[in-house]
């Protein structure tokens, strides 16, 4: 089973700052996705990625599939980017299960 | 909205009943993914869905827990007999088989349980 650790936890910064999440996962993967959640529930993927870098706006997600690690950034912060932000792998090689991280929470202050 | 759609959004019921949440998938996609999410953790996979077959349910957390998508289009989840820690948000995504291991899922507003 795929192991997925998330770092920070918690993450709090100012408006403008730049941010950086981290996700590391134990078994080798085709592709990692980079979700986020708001209060209240809804979740949205943001990417979804197998290798190199993919950017949206301020966002940037970056996965080096050989050290098994991924970032998420977000340059320029502002406070309407304030939620969990959750990466989540296949559970093994081949399968459609995913195995979510426990998120990083973010707040971003005016 | 990402167009995946459940039905209760809250749900408060009292120990022993059965409660069962609907989800409205995005029309076209042919998989449907059940998760629970309790505060502060990610969300579990429970079960999923290609069209009407119920290709994993290994993963439902006991025999009270049960799906079902009998057209391939909308889903239920019942749970029978419901405890105190079945409480959690329950989530529907969907996603359009495309051959790779990890698809895009969309997600719904997910329904919150309370079990009193």
């Known amino acids: 089973k795929n192991e997925v650790e998330q770092s920070p936890q918690n993450l709090t910064a100012q408006e403008g700052e730049f941010i950086t999440i981290n996700c590391s996962y134990s078994?080798?993967?085709?592709?990692l996705h980079w979700l986020q959640q708001h209060p209240g529930g809804g979740i949205v993927s943001l990417f979804m990625l197998s290798s190199g870098k993919k950017k949206h706006g301020r966002l940037i997600a970056t996965i080096n599939i050989q050290e098994k690690h991924s970032s998420l950034h977000i340059t320029a912060s502002h406070p309407r980017d304030s939620a969990v932000y959750i990466c989540?792998?296949?559970?093994?090689?081949?399968?459609?299960?995913?195995?979510f991280g426990r998120g990083t929470s973010l707040i971003v202050h005016p | 909205d990402t167009g995946v759609s459940q039905d209760p959004r809250h749900k408060i019921t009292k120990r022993g009943q059965n409660v069962t949440f609907r989800c409205d998938p995005i029309s076209e996609h042919n998989r449907l993914y059940w998760y629970r999410q309790t505060l502060g953790q990610g969300p579990e996979f429970l079960t999923y869905?290609?069209?009407?077959?119920?290709?994993?349910k290994s993963r439902l957390l006991s025999d009270r827990f049960s799906a079902e998508r009998p057209k391939g289009s909308f889903s239920t989840l019942e749970i029978q007999r419901t405890e105190q820690g079945d409480s959690a948000m329950y989530l529907c995504?969907?996603?359009?088989?495309?051959?790779?291991?990890?698809?895009?899922?969309?997600f719904g507003p997910g329904t919150r349980l309370t079990v009193l």
């Open positions: 989540a792998v296949p559970t093994a090689g081949g399968s459609y299960i995913p195995t």
């Open positions: 995504a969907s996603s359009l088989k495309t051959g790779q291991s990890t698809d895009t899922q969309y």
């Open positions: 869905f290609q069209n009407e077959a119920q290709l994993e």
């Open positions: 078994v080798g993967i085709s592709a």
